[in-house]
């Protein structure tokens, strides 16, 4: 009798735990995640949406933009709707509209988001030049509300139109232009390829840095990015890794004469350029089909890297995935794992902590059994990797600073492993 109870009330535990998990729909790895093969998405249509009177419009019609519905609650009060473009999905409420008033008022807006709760600090991005750039941004200071996960701000509001956005816009027909205006491209030693298409079609960029010979033999460090695309500044980290690797620095001269460095900065600009909080245009967690491979984003960089697997001149040696969420967070593999070169990522963070102090970062070591970017590069190639996460609300100068810190770091780190290795070989 005993135990029929035990077990009634285990059962009972076990279902009534396993549906709320089901029906949050904030569950970072929900059931059936890594089903990679394509979901069906919720469209988002584009359109300008009028409320109230004198009237405030909404439009989503502009690369990135999240915005489902637009209501007055009151006369002061208007709400966004925002939704995800399918779930279950992770709480990554992205959202980004234009918003303007037949007259000039003051405004209420109120972020309701379904499946998620607040995230994302609103940006104000307005038109401050008659010349089409988009120039002055800042951030707005919201009330929470933590029952409903609702986030409300004032702003002033007229004809012209301002963005608000989750995140600063970064989409994809404007990656080459900052590629060119951070200076990343343009030198003798960067070759810009289109690695492959998206599944809507959208180009896929490598970059291959180096001035390493093609018939020397050379290590490989490989950057990807932008799987998850709200993730704006694990993105702008990866830029300003870019940039150290580029420069003119006497370090980054030595190690691109040493490595060849294959980086993908943005792999999912489907998802991109639709809003999305999370999938590509699949419908799908790009980051957890690196088993599987049904998404062409992954099947791009696979097969854009899978060569160099046992071959005589290029050696797969480090990999960076670039991601953000709500703190600085690294995610090395296993100390226990042996890789080739073996615990590099827990030396690189070791200095990257040692020399920021004044930056909080957290390290939680997984080991290699789910299907994401690190992993594939631990099973195909034996190496170390890391899912190196940035801070969301990180302080502009903070990211700069700590970003090029950190690459400056992985190159020493990088070169001198390398000179290891070659000594032990
Ligand atoms: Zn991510």
């Known amino acids: 009798m005993y135990r029929l109870i035990w077990f009634v009330i285990c059962f009972f535990c076990l279902t009534s735990c396993k549906s709320s998990k089901e029906f949050t729909g904030f569950s970072y790895d929900p059931v059936d995640v890594t089903n990679t093969n394509d979901k069906e998405l919720d469209p988002q249509p584009k359109r300008i949406i009028g409320a109230d009177s004198p009237k405030v419009w909404v439009s989503n019609e502009f690369d990135g933009a999240r915005a489902n519905d637009f209501y007055a609650l009151n006369d002061s009060t208007f709400e966004v709707y925002i939704a995800p473009e399918n779930a279950p999905i992770n709480n990554s409420p992205w959202y980004a509209f234009k918003i303007w008033s037949d007259t000039v008022r003051m405004a209420k807006i109120q ?63 404007k990656l080459k232009k900052t590629l060119w205006d951070r200076e990343i491209i343009g030198h003798g030693f960067v070759k810009v390829r289109e690695a492959g298409l998206s599944k809507l079609g959208r180009p ?88 599987n491979f049904n998404q062409p984003e992954t099947r791009v960089i696979r097969d854009a890297l899978s060569w160099m697997k046992n071959h005589d001149l290029r050696r797969m040696f480090y990999a960076i995935d670039f991601h953000s969420t709500n703190e600085n967070l690294f995610y090395p593999i296993n100390q226990e794992v042996k890789t080739t070169p073996d615990d590099f990522t827990q030396k690189w963070v070791g200095r990257i902590i040692e020399n920021n102090p004044e930056t909080e970062f957290r390290i939680e070591e997984f080991d290699t059994s789910s299907p994401i970017a690190k992993n594939w590069f631990y099973n195909t190639f034996g190496i170390d990797a890391i899912t190196y996460e940035v801070d969301d609300s990180i302080d502009p100068e903070q990211l700069d600073s700590v970003s090029r810190s950190a690459a400056n770091l992985l190159m020493e780190l990088l070169l001198e492993e390398w000179e290891k290795s070659i000594l032990e070989n």
């Open 111 to 173: 972020l309701n988001y379904r499946d998620a709760t607040h995230r994302y600090v609103p940006k104000l991005l307005s038109w401050v030049q008659a010349d089409s750039s988009w120039e002055e941004q800042w951030e707005l200071e919201v009330e929470y509300d933590s029952t409903n996960g609702t986030a409300t701000f004032d702003v002033l509001l007229a004809n012209d139109p301002i963005i608000i956005s989750g995140q600063p816009l970064h989409t994809s027909s």
């Open 204 to 291: 896929i960029w490598e970059l291959d840095i180096t001035e390493v010979a093609e018939d020397q033999k050379a290590p490989v460090l490989t950057l990807v990015g932008r799987q998850h695309p709200p993730e704006v500044t694990g993105y702008l980290a990866s830029l300003i890794f870019l940039e150290e690797l580029t420069s003119d620095s006497e370090l980054a001269k030595k190690f691109r004469q040493t490595f060849v460095v294959k980086a993908f900065p943005m792999i999912n600009p489907d998802g991109v350029d639709l809003g999305h909080w999370r999938h590509n245009a699949g419908g799908v967690d790009l980051n957890r089909d690196w088993s």
